[in-house]
């Protein structure tokens, strides 16, 4: 097995991720996903013989309004029938789960203690290091220039320092699939829209909370080591947080403008964080960056065998949750590979096919 990888590990979206874990979807699929993730997560040591910093210290989301308590309290049903153990907390409870944060504005929240965060670029180093040792070759820049279609079948890869001849292919180039695939003319809907996260020192009567974010503004922080870590929507020229592009793009284009963070961010997050604790207060950025989300039109990621086209694989366009499902999603690319379909979950809803055809079988959301 071979990955061909055009930059370096972990240079794409991973490297921007904030981490987060969560069981806290309002879709089935997506919870499977997550608890079959988070076993793993609990193994990652054994599994890979590396270590990882999983913390499992749960999610939180908090409301200031009714409306946004009653679609938190929506998807409960779903959980206790998936025994995932999410309960809705007030400002008792959530001022207990993150000392001295302002309540008094909050309707009310929601809480899973199987929830938490890892570190993306920690963790791929141990899924590499253990890939490795079993025998599996990396070749860092080394892209690939275009997918080998013959026929019906995709036999390889070209890369500029030549042909990869292969029985299977996966493309898992995040939100540069879509070019790539276009290459063996298969059209993939995967797009980029930034997000942006910013980091302060850390504030240690801070450094167990919870993930916790704000349902409303989709403001959310979470303690990283030796920081403590913001991300935000982003902010429409009016001034209108955003969480999600408003529309899919008519094209999608392999390569994208080089990324900066949006200057209005800085004051949006600086206000919003002080209004929520005063730990806050004077908040001093020490770094910031911008990411791309992998987007698809329904906010869920294409993965599984490409209909029509022998030997080829997508698992690409985790719009915003790719981290937390990365040992889901590779166990059941495999178990595709190997067996024809997926057997641990069943995963024909993240077909590309559901664009083929105009099915829709979920309900999007972005955080
Ligand atoms: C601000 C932000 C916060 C996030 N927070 C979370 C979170 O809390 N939890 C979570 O689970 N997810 C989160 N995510 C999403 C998560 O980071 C991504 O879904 C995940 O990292 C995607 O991984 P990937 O491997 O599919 O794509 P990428 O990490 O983008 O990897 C794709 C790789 O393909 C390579 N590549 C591209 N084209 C070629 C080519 N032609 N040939 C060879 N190689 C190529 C790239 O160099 C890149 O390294 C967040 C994302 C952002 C931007």
Same mark, same amino acid.
């Given at each position: 097995?071979?990955?061909?990888?055009?930059?370096?590990?972990?240079?794409?979206?991973?490297?921007?991720?904030?981490?987060?874990?969560?069981?806290?979807?309002?879709?089935?699929?997506?919870?499977?996903?997550?608890?079959?993730?988070?076993?793993?997560?609990?193994?990652?040591?054994?599994?890979?013989?590396?270590?990882?910093?999983?913390?499992?210290?749960?999610?939180?989301?908090?409301?200031?309004?009714?409306?946004? !308590?009653?679609?938190?309290?929506?998807?409960?049903?779903?959980?206790?029938?998936?025994? !995932?153990?999410?309960?809705?907390?007030? #400002?008792?409870?959530?001022?207990?789960? !993150?000392?001295?944060?302002?309540?008094?504005?909050?309707?009310?929240? #929601?809480?899973?203690?199987?929830?938490?965060?890892?570190?993306?670029?920690?963790?791929?180093?141990?899924?590499?290091?253990?890939?490795?040792?079993?025998?599996?070759?990396?070749?860092?820049?080394?892209?690939?220039?275009?997918?080998?279609?013959?026929?019906?079948?995709?036999?390889?890869?070209?890369?500029?320092?030549?042909?990869?001849?292969?029985? #299977?292919?996966?493309?898992?180039?995040?939100?540069?699939?879509?070019?790539?695939?276009?290459?063996?003319?298969?059209?993939?809907?995967?797009?980029?829209?930034?997000?942006?996260?910013?980091?302060?020192?850390?504030?240690?009567?801070?450094?167990?909370?919870?993930?916790?974010?704000?349902?409303?503004?989709?403001?959310?922080?979470?303690?990283?080591?030796?920081?403590?870590?913001?991300?935000?929507?982003?902010?429409?020229?009016?001034?209108?947080?955003?969480?999600?592009?408003?529309?899919?793009?008519?094209?999608?284009?392999?390569?994208?403008?080089?990324?900066?963070?949006?200057?209005?961010?800085?004051?949006?997050?600086?206000?919003?964080?002080?209004?929520?604790?005063?730990?806050?207060?004077?908040?001093?950025?020490?770094?910031?960056?911008?990411?791309?989300?992998?987007?698809?039109?329904?906010?869920?990621?294409?993965?599984?065998?490409?209909?029509?086209?022998?030997?080829?694989?997508?698992?690409?366009?985790?719009?915003?949750?790719?981290?937390?499902?990365?040992?889901?999603?590779?166990?059941?690319?495999?178990?595709?590979?190997?067996?024809?379909?997926?057997?641990?979950?069943?995963?024909?809803?993240?077909?590309?096919?559901?664009?083929?055809?105009?099915?829709?079988?979920?309900?999007?959301?972005?955080?």
């Amino acid at each position: 097995m071979l990955v061909l990888e055009r930059d370096r590990l972990g240079s794409g979206t991973t490297k921007g991720g904030l981490g987060g874990m969560r069981h806290q979807f309002v879709d089935e699929l997506d919870i499977r996903l997550s608890q079959l993730a988070t076993a793993f997560w609990h193994n990652f040591e054994d599994r890979t013989g590396s270590r990882h910093d999983f913390r499992e210290r749960g999610y939180l989301f908090i409301a200031n309004t009714q409306e946004g !308590v009653a679609e938190l309290r929506e998807p409960l049903p779903l959980y206790e029938r998936l025994k !995932v153990p999410v309960e809705m907390v007030g #400002r008792v409870e959530i001022a207990e789960l !993150v000392p001295g944060m302002r309540v008094n504005d909050l309707a009310g929240g #929601r809480f899973c203690e199987r929830d938490g965060y890892g570190d993306p670029l920690v963790a791929l180093a141990g899924f590499a290091a253990s890939a490795q040792l079993a025998g599996v070759a990396f070749r860092e820049g080394e892209a690939v220039v275009s997918l080998l279609r013959e026929g019906d079948r995709v036999t390889g890869v070209r890369t500029r320092s030549g042909n990869v001849r292969a029985e #299977r292919v996966v493309v898992a180039s995040g939100c540069w699939s879509s070019a790539l695939c276009a290459t063996a003319s298969v059209a993939v809907p995967i797009w980029p829209y930034r997000r942006s996260i910013m980091e302060s020192p850390p504030i240690p009567q801070l450094a167990n909370i919870p993930m916790t974010i704000e349902w409303e503004s989709g403001f959310h922080f979470r303690p990283k080591g030796k920081a403590q870590r913001f991300a935000m929507p982003n902010l429409t020229a009016d001034g209108k947080e955003e969480k999600g592009p408003a529309s899919a793009p008519l094209a999608y284009p392999g390569d994208y403008a080089p990324l900066e963070v949006p200057a209005s961010l800085e004051p949006w997050v600086r206000a919003r964080a002080a209004w929520r604790h005063p730990a806050f207060a004077d908040l001093d950025i020490v770094d910031s960056w911008s990411c791309y989300y992998e987007m698809t039109p329904d906010d869920h990621p294409i993965v599984g065998a490409v209909p029509g086209v022998a030997g080829l694989y997508v698992a690409a366009g985790f719009s915003g949750h790719g981290f937390m499902h990365a040992p889901a999603t590779a166990q059941l690319v495999v178990e595709e590979m190997l067996d024809g379909r997926a057997r641990t979950i069943d995963i024909t809803d993240l077909s590309l096919e559901r664009f083929q055809t105009g099915r829709r079988p979920f309900k999007a959301t972005v955080l």
